[in-house]
């Protein structure tokens, strides 16, 4: 039997940073996507490409009682790796779904949680609803509300960050983000993207301590040419973005003309759910 599954990837944080003492982030997902293939009659020959994602599919079937079934596995993703776009989470939500339907079992969100820690530090789009999520250990998980849709002018880097291991370093601690968080379930109870934006950018800003971005001011200035409503960045990776509402024609003749050295540059739209 084989199964197909795809699965939204995310775009950087909208919020990330220590609540309680706790480090949480979360995320909305765009309309970039990774597609898996389960098939139990296939051989395992690729097994060192997926080596987390193998593992997740592992843990869970010996969870299940399927230790001695082998599944073999295929990825085809349009979500960039290694760039704060989630590629990870989303493969192992995809994985985790396919095997509902090989198996027939019911999804279950702790079951999700637990088995994606097990394998590394998680975005909070396993969640069908915008997530204050403690990515590490699973202790937060505050809904504040649905996900909306905005756009997103990303600038990727060339650098790739690996989330386990970037996790493992001993880092500069994030910052304080508990003022913050009520102006961002505000955001999401009213659907207003000038305050997630404000949101957003204080995050960035707070927190550059951490991942030098070498081009922020220069997105910064670039958000105020095209009257952007503010930033957007990936806490543990290669990218920052300018969030608009929409992007017009008039807009998108702008965009066309600015670039930045060595910066790959894309829009993303956000999603207003995640497919089950």
Not at 30 to 47: A, F, H, Q
Request: charged content about 30%.
């Amino acid at each position: 039997m084989e199964v197909i599954e795809r699965y939204p990837g995310s775009v950087g944080e909208i919020i990330q940073g220590k609540y309680n003492g706790i480090d949480v982030l979360l995320s909305c997902p765009i309309n970039l996507y990774t597609e898996i293939i389960l098939s139990d009659e296939k051989e395992r020959d690729n097994e060192r490409e997926y080596i987390k994602s193998y593992r997740f599919i592992d843990n869970i079937l010996d969870k299940w009682g399927y230790r001695n079934w082998k599944i073999a596995l295929s990825i085809n993703s349009t979500i960039p790796k290694g760039k704060g776009f989630a590629s990870s989470t989303a493969d192992l939500s995809a994985i985790y779904n396919g095997l509902l339907r090989l198996i027939d079992r019911k999804f279950n969100q702790e079951e999700l949680i637990k088995h994606c820690l097990k394998i590394e530090p998680t975005d909070s789009i396993i969640f069908d609803k915008a997530t204050i999520f403690d990515y590490k250990e699973g202790k937060v998980t505050e809904k504040v509300g649905n996900y909306f849709k905005f756009h997103v002018l990303c600038f990727i880097g060339e650098n790739v960050v690996d989330t386990v291991e970037y996790n493992s370093k001993e880092l500069q601690p994030l910052k304080k983000i508990d003022d913050l968080l009520g102006e961002l379930r505000e955001a999401f109870e009213d659907k207003d993207i000038k305050k997630l934006a404000k949101v957003s950018t204080e995050s960035i800003i707070r927190n550059q301590h951490r991942l030098k971005y070498n081009i922020l001011e220069e997105v910064l200035e670039i958000n105020k040419l095209l009257g952007g409503l503010g930033i957007i960045g990936a806490h543990s990776g290669d990218m920052l973005g300018i969030i608009f509402d929409n992007i017009d024609e008039e807009k998108m003749k702008k965009i066309k003309n600015i670039n930045i050295n060595g910066y790959e540059k894309i829009i993303v739209e956000t999603l207003d759910s995640v497919v089950r």
